[in-house]
């Protein structure tokens, strides 16, 4: 006797709160584009929920809009209108409208892409002044638009910004307006005692510190566990130079969390053996020894003896 295969059960059959965490899971990209919600009841219901929206990445700015292009390709209307080309601040104030609106207020993190500014931070406190965490990675933001935005988030925990906005007024003010910021994240070619000054005398409640894949000092990173002391994790991660000394690993012994492998210690780089240059790619070859060979194709062949 043939077994019969099980009954096939509709996606409306699963608790909306299963489908919920389904979706929040789904991606961005699949979410904007469409083709979540188109395809059934159940799914457009639960992809429209303002807890899938809690935590946005718009980082991954090239994989979301051809996500958005390949679905309007199948309809005409819209592929008649993305012919074309929308400049990228105003794409981005686009997607951040839909992105609000599904939110309704419950957005607690949201990432934006390299291109992003403070005019598009302040559009987003106005109107989701609940957010806990926003990393805003552009490297040319005015103090004044960013202080504004700050004055709207007073729930904010924590940010993630580039080395320019790491100045002591911009800092005392955030410190001044949300009592719970507890966290954060530096993108930084050079990290040196003069900056961690300002860190700790602006921000003395951190308690997670991310400044990775920065050129660090010894006495920075000293600065930061000496003057931080509520600071539980320290991520400094892929710098490259090597100033991991006893000293601040006893220093870093009360800590938590010490992320601190670099490209030393991960043999990303090492020593040139002709130079003694520091910070060579094993991968690539020394500068002088492509200066020595541009040379020795200059001098021209070698005459027989």
Partial sequence: ????????????????????????????????????????????????????????????????????????????????????????????????????RRAAGRMEALLLPEFADEEHLLFLAQRNPNLHYFSLPATCITYDQFRKAIDKLQFLKGMAVDEGLINHDVLSHVHQCCPDFLELKVFALYVDEEMASIICNSLPRLKKLEIPNSDMSCAAIIKFLDCLEELEYLDISGYETSAISSAVLQKASRLNIFIWNSKFELGEFTDCSNCGEHCINPQEPCKCVMEHRVMDWLAGPSQPS
């Fill in 1 to 100: 006797m043939a077994s019969s295969s099980p009954p096939v059960r509709p996606w409306a059959d699963l608790q909306h709160d299963l489908l919920v965490m389904i979706m929040s899971r789904v991606g961005l990209p699949d979410l904007l584009s469409g083709g979540a919600t188109r395809a059934c009841s159940a799914w457009r219901a639960s992809a429209r929920d303002p807890l899938v929206w809690r935590r946005v990445d718009l980082r991954d700015w090239a994989v979301l809009t051809s996500a958005r292009r390949r679905f309007a390709a199948g309809d005409g209307e819209a592929a008649a209108a993305g012919r074309g080309r929308v400049p990228l601040q105003a794409a981005l104030c686009s997607v951040l409208e839909i992105v609000v």
